[in-house]
């Protein structure tokens, strides 16, 4: 079975061809940074003009690269939420009229279910019963995995995402949107000694986060610090080391707590080589397993959308004609 998979829900137009037989067959990203660079942010009627320019033609280069003709498609997978609702409809009407035209099903994927199912693509994935670290521009969360489509919200961010704290942090010291990789780039060089910020929410019984006090806690070090290289690097390094310390602390406890010892850790975030490098020292120490997915298959791509579509389409769900984009949609509910 060969899904094409389609993602738009924030800045990167994904597509990608999914085989059942072989896997991956192509996967191709644009990335709009270079427009929403200069505003230090995501403009979103930018970001939905963009997909709509960019689709059809990556469409066309995706199916080349995957050395496939459109009739060969089993099925369209297209992001459906949660996102930016401009840039999701654009996925949602292209996936949806190109399957209608071929008479093939389309399905909506959830998001961050394809994040955390992006894993499975690696030749060493993981089994389940599983737990998951999502970690994106939007969302922070832990979930416990029964199989695909069997999801409880274990804990998640009371305000910014961990992504959001990144990105929100690496702007007050003067870096460019996103921020995420370029504060993990300047911490390297920062010294870990210097500053230290709170690990918030870990003295404190429960899985869940909240990363907003972190960028105030930068904010007040900037206020009494001589703004240098040197001391930019040294907040970076204290920043960063801070997020992870808290991701790891929390993961280790949502293992101890539900007594399942395999992580997954997916979503922009997770491409962190710190936080990589935290959590497999944490599981190596408590007899566990962490699994992650290849650097590109961390952020925004169509290969993800493109494998859960497989596992939807392959179950039998088929949709009515109409569709909607779901800018807020729960993946898992608690228990
Ligand atoms: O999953 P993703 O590509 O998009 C959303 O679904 O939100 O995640 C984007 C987020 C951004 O906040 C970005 O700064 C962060 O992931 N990010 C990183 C790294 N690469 C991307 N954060 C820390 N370190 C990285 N290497
Ligand atoms: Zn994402």
């Known amino acids: 079975m060969k899904i094409l998979g389609i993602e738009t829900s924030c800045d990167e137009t994904g597509l990608a061809v999914y085989d059942s037989e072989s896997g991956i067959l192509a996967n191709v990203v644009h990335s709009q940074v270079d427009i929403h660079k200069v505003y230090g942010g995501v403009v979103p009627e930018l970001a939905s003009r963009d997909h709509i320019r960019r689709i059809t033609p990556l469409i066309h280069k995706t199916l080349e690269k995957a050395g496939i003709e459109k009739n060969e498609l089993d099925g369209i997978a297209y992001t459906a939420g949660p996102g930016l ?3 999701l409809l654009v996925g949602a009407a292209v996936g949806r009229s190109l399957a209608y035209s071929l008479g093939i099903p389309s399905v909506g994927i959830h998001h961050m279910e394809a994040h955390l199912l992006a894993p499975m693509l690696e030749e060493n994935a993981p089994s ?4 998951a670290l999502l970690v994106s521009g939007g969302h922070t969360q832990i979930i416990q995995v029964e199989k695909p489509g069997e999801y409880v919200l274990l804990g998640e961010s009371l305000d910014d995402a961990a992504g959001e704290a990144f ?4 702007k007050l010291l003067g870096l460019d949107y996103p921020g ?3 504060i993990s780039a300047l911490a390297e060089s920062g010294d870990p000694g210097r500053f230290t910020f ?3 929410m870990t003295d404190r019984p429960g899985l869940d986060f909240s990363f907003s006090g972190l960028k105030t806690h930068a904010m007040k070090i900037l ?13 970076a390094r204290a920043f960063v080391d801070a997020a992870v310390d808290t991701l790891t602390i929390k993961c280790r406890r949502a293992m101890k707590q539900t007594g399942i010892f395999t992580l997954i850790a997916a979503g922009g975030v997770s491409a962190n080589t710190q936080l990589r490098k935290s959590l497999l020292d944490m599981v190596v120490k408590i007899g566990g397993q962490v699994f992650y997915p290849r650097f590109e298959y961390c952020t925004d791509n169509g290969a993800m959308i493109a494998y859960a579509g497989y596992l939807h389409v392959r179950d039998g769900r088929r949709e009515p004609l109409s569709f909607a984009a779901h800018p807020r949609w729960a993946l898992a509910e608690s228990e």
Do not use: M
């Open 85 to 87: 609702v401009g840039a």
């Open 128 to 131: 389940c019963p599983f737990l």
């Open 167 to 170: 990105d929100k942090t690496a």
């Open 180 to 182: 995420g990789p370029a």
């Open 198 to 200: 709170p690990r918030p």
């Open 223 to 235: 206020k009494q610090s001589d703004l240098d290289e040197q001391t930019r690097a040294d907040i």
